[in-house]
């Protein structure tokens, strides 16, 4: 059988503090038809990456609303990952194409994964490329289907493997707009760490999964990174990092493998003077969001799900160069002031787009939709966010509708962010209209 994680327990109404009564209550009626529910979601690694993190704080927060939710791993040696992670890059612009035998190793990892799937659920969720073979072998049954993010199927056409009658999560909206603020993201007093005057330490460049370290000009620098068991080309440059860390000692190297959990990267984060992600490619790029949380102003390089997280210059600044980045890192050391207002703004955006809440909220819809249940509201997962806003449909971000580019979609009025994200969607309506019944599903 798969292995499952285990995820331990939590109380929604924890999150009334931080979300606030409202959005709790929304997330409780929008589970009620669920109630019962058998939910099993899939990936690769229990660790390391937004997937996990996201999947460890909401599983049990599913359960706690009456849905049986489990979280189960696939097994994949280093050629299956390595071949998965080509498939990861390419989806980001690498312009590295699959070979026959990465072809070959993901399909029979497919196969063995499939056949270690014994049990039956209502839905299944199967997150990133790594699991998505196993409808193929294992079949869809009785069962529903949800793969994220929509594009992958694409890129498995070559393989064979190209997922018939699943519904796809699109990536415009699933890699821009998830957060989890779960346990390294609670108040300090719950951990201990503290942030008052003149307690902030030096820059935190948060590698996240693969990022190498770039100079920030600071005397002593920390470097914080999370290693994944599906990130090969990860353990690959953590290796070249902690050789240069062994020549530098003005580097000091943090990650999980040496026992920096959740509650010292809580702890980096909000005592830094500023956070660094420096991302050549990104998905959502998790880390902004929670570096923003804590109130910390962020130097980000503008790529990926990276914009969405400090629209308007908000929460920090995006940098194109090390130079740049360089310059804003010891801005914001000299000018507490300006540094620490961009950090309030930041924590605020957060609170209203990119919170657990909101993401469980969308997913709710979603399960609701796919399983031909009525949910707590009737409007397309990404139109509308749970604070009533409206949303652009393919980038998921909100919209004034009084100055928003607009189509009309089988009787629906859309708005829209941009005439990109317009044409997107007039390209391919029914891809970022998520929630509405399909019958195929």
């Known amino acids: 059988m798969l292995q499952t994680v285990d995820v331990g327990r939590r109380s929604i109404a924890a999150y009334e503090h931080s979300a606030g009564r409202d959005a709790v209550q929304q997330l409780r009626e929008l589970a009620k038809p669920l109630e019962g529910v058998r939910i099993l979601h899939v990936n690769a690694t229990p660790y390391g990456g937004g997937v996990a993190e996201i999947l460890r704080a909401e599983i049990p927060l599913l359960r706690d609303l009456g849905i049986h939710a489990e979280w189960k791993l696939i097994t994949g040696g280093e050629a299956f990952f390595r071949a998965t992670k080509a498939m990861h890059n390419g989806l980001q612009g690498s312009l590295r194409g699959l070979t026959d035998i990465d072809r070959d190793v993901y399909i029979e990892n497919a196969k063995h994964n499939a056949e270690l799937q014994e049990q039956d659920y209502d839905l299944h969720f199967i997150h990133d490329p790594q699991p998505m073979g196993m409808l193929e072998y294992r079949g869809r049954g009785s069962s529903k289907w949800i793969e994220v993010p929509a594009s992958v199927p694409g890129a498995l056409r070559c393989s064979r493997l ?123 790029g998790l880390v902004v969001s929670e570096t923003l949380w804590k109130g910390t102003p962020m130097v980000a390089r503008g790529v990926g799900g990276i914009p969405l997280q400090m629209e308007g210059g908000v929460g920090g600044v995006l940098v194109d160069t090390i130079e740049e980045s360089a310059r804003q890192i010891v801005r914001f050391v000299r000018d507490r002031g300006a540094a620490l ?101």
């Open 162 to 284: 190209h997922a018939r009658g699943v519904r796809t999560a699109g990536s415009a909206h699933w890699s821009g707009g998830d957060h989890s603020a779960g346990y390294r993201s609670r108040e300090p007093q719950e951990h201990g760490a503290h942030s008052g005057p003149g307690e902030r330490g030096a820059a935190v460049d948060r590698g996240g999964r693969r990022s190498p370290p770039c100079d920030p000009g600071q005397p002593v620098r920390p470097v914080e990174g999370s290693m994944a068991l599906d990130d090969p080309e990860g353990w690959d440059i953590y290796e070249e990092i902690r050789d240069e860390g062994d020549r530098d000692p003005d580097i000091a190297i943090h990650t999980n493998l040496t026992g920096t959990g959740n509650i010292e990267v809580n702890a980096f984060q909000r005592m830094a003077d500023v956070g660094v992600q420096l991302s050549t490619r990104e998905g959502f």
């Open 341 to 441: 207002e961009l950090g309030i703004l930041g924590r605020e955006l957060v609170r209203d787009r990119f919170l657990l809440t909101r993401m469980i909220a969308d997913e709710l819809k979603l399960y609701a939709s796919v399983l031909g249940l009525t949910s707590g509201g009737s409007s397309p997962v990404g139109t509308v966010g749970p604070t009533g806003e409206v949303l652009d449909p393919v980038c998921g971000r909100a919209v004034d509708p009084n100055e928003s580019a607009t189509t009309v979609y089988e009787g629906r009025t859309y708005y829209f962010n941009s005439a990109e994200c317009l044409k997107q969607f007039l390209a391919d309506p029914d891809r970022f209209l998520r929630a509405e019944p399909q019958s195929d599903t």
